[in-house]
């Protein structure tokens, strides 16, 4: 990339993150997001009926400077009869910040009847920010923008999340909390915004060992484009996952996954730019590991699909 093509997109990316601290938009986004729900709805926590962890790292944007930079780590199990648990922690970094998730899950499940169950989940938390404009590229713009440190922003949110033992959608809201606070760099008071999540899946039994899988991930906020996530993942013999998945204006993906052990899965999935930032970076990773403390009861019956 060329010196001035690196400072015109440099420039551009600065730009959208000053719009999205003022308004508190920065919210990391997965391709695998139907193995990692727990980070998107606080009542998934402890469905899957036994200790689940989940990880995950996703390398955005490769070879551009400032490109974002997620980890994300979740622990759920119930508790108890229809009570569920769970904590994750996220480290997102986009250009000069650095903002650090950390959030506990509660789940309450009803029992619908003998398929298909109802649950209710709350989270609380908080986030903490750095922003430092004296790093790298960004030393350029020093005197012109404001470092912030150590900001900390409470996070309160819930969903809800229905499912049975091949379909599922959910219901939440990351965090409800709105307060206005002033912003320097705009010089103006800005509040966050109320967004909302709505996953869902279904999965088809195409044959005694084919599956098939498609989902769908919605995030709306006010006064914002609509980004739209919708995924197709066939599962063979229950053990290899292979996929594709489409970012609505944003990019296409391609998903594989292998189920080494009944406790064990690693997935990996590479999204393509569709936007004119294609020509400025190598396309985006994403690496998950996920482990099941599954009994021996369990590990007999085939893997569930989400």
């Known amino acids: 990339m060329s010196a001035k093509h690196r400072v015109s997109v440099i420039t551009m990316l600065l730009a959208l993150f000053i719009t999205s601290v003022s308004n508190a938009q920065q919210d990391p986004q997965y391709t695998d997001y139907m193995f990692n729900t727990l980070t998107v709805n606080s009542a998934y926590a402890g469905s899957r009926g036994h200790l689940t962890v989940t990880g995950l790292n996703r390398t955005q944007w490769v070879g551009l400077d400032g490109a974002p930079e997620t980890q994300s780590f ?45 649950s209710f989940g709350i989270k609380g938390g908080g986030r903490m920010l750095n922003v430092d404009f004296t790093k790298g590229t960004y030393q350029q713009q020093e005197g012109i923008f404001q470092n912030i440190n150590n900001k900390f922003l409470a996070t309160i949110g819930a969903g809800v999340y229905w499912h049975n033992e091949d379909a599922y959608v959910g219901l939440s809201v990351p965090n409800f909390l709105t307060d206005e606070h002033y912003d320097e760099v705009q010089d103006a008071v800005a509040a966050e915004r109320l967004h909302y999540f709505l996953i869902g899946g279904k999965v088809f039994d195409l044959s005694p060992k084919v599956k098939f899988k498609p989902a769908f991930l919605g995030k709306f906020v006010i006064g914002a484009p609509i980004i739209v996530d919708l995924s197709a993942n066939f599962l063979f013999s229950d053990t290899l996952r292979l996929g594709a998945a489409y970012r609505w204006d944003d990019s296409v993906s391609g998903l594989i996954g292998l189920q080494i052990t009944p406790q064990l899965m690693v997935g990996y999935a590479y999204d393509f730019t569709t936007t004119e930032l294609q020509n400025f970076n190598n396309g985006t990773h994403e690496i998950m590991l996920r482990f099941e403390l599954k009994s021996k009861e369990k590990q007999l019956k085939s893997p569930r699909f989400f």
């Open 74 to 118: 979740s622990v759920d199990s119930p508790v108890g009869k229809n009570v569920g648990l769970g904590f994750s922690i996220v480290n997102d970094r986009v250009g000069p910040s650095d903002e650090f998730f950390f959030d506990a899950n509660f789940s309450y499940t009803i029992h619908l009847n003998d398929e298909s169950k109802l």
